[in-house]
């Protein structure tokens, strides 16, 4: 397995696990901003999806779409999407609490927690593929 390749994936696994930690950090905080919480447990499991699309040389688009990419893991993981459930729950986070706009609503603690536990049921799936790989 080219080293490069490897090291791609270690970076994007780190960088998913960055905001899975930013996200449990900000949750302890007073008064958390729970978009802030929602987006970077959206980058979490858009990462670790990246990551395993890179692992298995899968050119993926500029995109925040979990579904999408979820979508180009068929052919190496057909079991991925069902293993992951509800693959919508995170992609709404992608661009909708990055920006004020008409479409933006305060997110409530219970959306919040909900994110991170979809982000790290995704990191445990992702990674359970990869197990023994990397």
Same mark, same amino acid.
């Given at each position: 397995?080219?080293? $490069?390749?490897?090291?791609?994936?270690?970076?994007?696994?780190?960088?998913?696990?960055? $905001?899975? #930690?930013?996200?449990?950090?900000?949750?302890?905080?007073?008064?958390?901003?729970?978009?802030?919480?929602?987006?970077?447990?959206?980058?979490?499991?858009?990462?670790?999806?990246?990551?395993?699309?890179?692992?298995?040389?899968?050119?993926?688009?500029?995109?925040?779409? %979990?579904?999408?990419?979820?979508?180009?893991?068929?052919? %190496?993981? *057909?079991?991925?999407?069902?293993?992951?459930?509800?693959?919508?729950?995170?992609?709404?986070?992608?661009?909708?609490?990055?920006?004020?706009?008409?479409?933006?609503?305060?997110? *409530?603690?219970?959306?919040? #927690?909900?994110?991170?536990?979809?982000?790290?049921?995704?990191?445990?799936?992702?990674?359970?593929?990869?197990?023994?790989?990397?």
């Amino acid at each position: 397995m080219k080293e $490069d390749k490897i090291n791609a994936v270690n970076a994007w696994c780190k960088k998913a696990e960055n $905001d899975l #930690r930013t996200a449990e950090y900000t949750m302890t905080m007073n008064e958390p901003p729970y978009d802030t919480v929602c987006f970077h447990a959206q980058q979490c499991a858009e990462k670790y999806i990246k990551g395993f699309l890179i692992f298995h040389e899968i050119d993926f688009p500029k995109t925040h779409s %979990i579904e999408d990419l979820v979508l180009l893991c068929k052919d %190496i993981a *057909p079991s991925l999407e069902s293993e992951i459930g509800d693959i919508e729950v995170l992609s709404i986070y992608a661009v909708e609490t990055r920006y004020p706009s008409e479409m933006y609503y305060e997110i *409530p603690e219970e959306k919040a #927690r909900e994110a991170i536990e979809f982000a790290k049921k995704i990191k445990s799936v992702v990674l359970k593929y990869l197990k023994g790989k990397i």
